[in-house]
């Protein structure tokens, strides 16, 4: 079992051994330079960021991670509590949300982990069944442009693999819950349904990597 603490974004197991989150590991193979991909966006005239200053794109960004949690929180909170939310612009996403008419037990902010390659994350909302389970992912994002589509789905993975190891059944569906661009479009933000891409290899070679560096660790 592990537990994790939200303020330092830390996963640990009972032996305060501290696992590396799916997120850092991804991160770790596909940088995210947010100064300079400000820059660059702001010099592009079809960019939405287009003349606007570094630190204005950046608080843009920091705003658009805190709504994204504030809709995380929301669909737990739907799920664990079933109440709506107070804030009336996130009613409409839970509506939504609600259309999906799922069928098995609903699980949301589940703690999921490797105990071999020392990984863990969080899975936004498992459907459980007697034989299956299905994976759904939150994301709140802008644009699903290819490389956002790419790290979602590698994250994806990551999780079936450590979800299937965790509960011993195998996933059936699975699936990223996009809500369109909530920071600018709020109560008319639009719930999409997209499927992962299979991105098998990939996330070997990202797990072959990790293995090796905990072996090269051991030795030392």
């Excluded at 819950?177 to 999409?192: C, D």
Aim: charged fraction near 30%; hydrophobic fraction near 35%.
């Amino acid at each position: 079992m592990i537990t994790f603490e939200p303020k330092e974004h830390k996963y640990t197991n009972e032996n305060n051994e501290e696992y590396v989150s799916v997120t850092t590991l991804l991160q770790k193979e596909f940088p995210f330079n947010a100064k300079e991909i400000a820059n660059k966006v702001s010099t592009i005239s079809s960019s939405r960021y287009h003349g606007m200053s570094e630190a204005r794109i950046l608080r843009m960004w920091d705003d658009s991670s805190v709504h994204g949690t504030v809709v995380h929180e929301a669909v737990e909170e739907y799920i664990k509590e079933d109440i709506y939310p107070s804030d009336p612009q996130l009613i409409p996403l839970i509506e939504q949300f609600k259309k999906l008419s799922f069928r098995g037990d609903l699980l949301s902010e589940i703690l999921v982990w490797d105990d071999e390659l020392k990984i863990a994350g969080t899975a936004d909302i498992l459907e459980i069944f007697p034989d299956h389970i299905n994976l759904f992912d939150i994301k709140t994002s802008n644009k699903l442009s290819e490389d956002k589509h790419m790290k979602f789905s590698l994250q994806l993975e990551m999780y079936r693999r450590m979800i299937e190891d965790n509960f011993k059944k195998p996933t059936r569906s699975i699936a990223i819950l996009w809500f369109e661009n909530y920071v600018m479009q709020r109560s008319k933000t639009k719930m999409k349904l997209i499927q992962p891409l299979q991105l098998n290899d990939v996330v070997d070679d990202i797990l072959d990597k990790r293995r090796k560096e905990i072996i090269c660790h051991i030795k030392q």
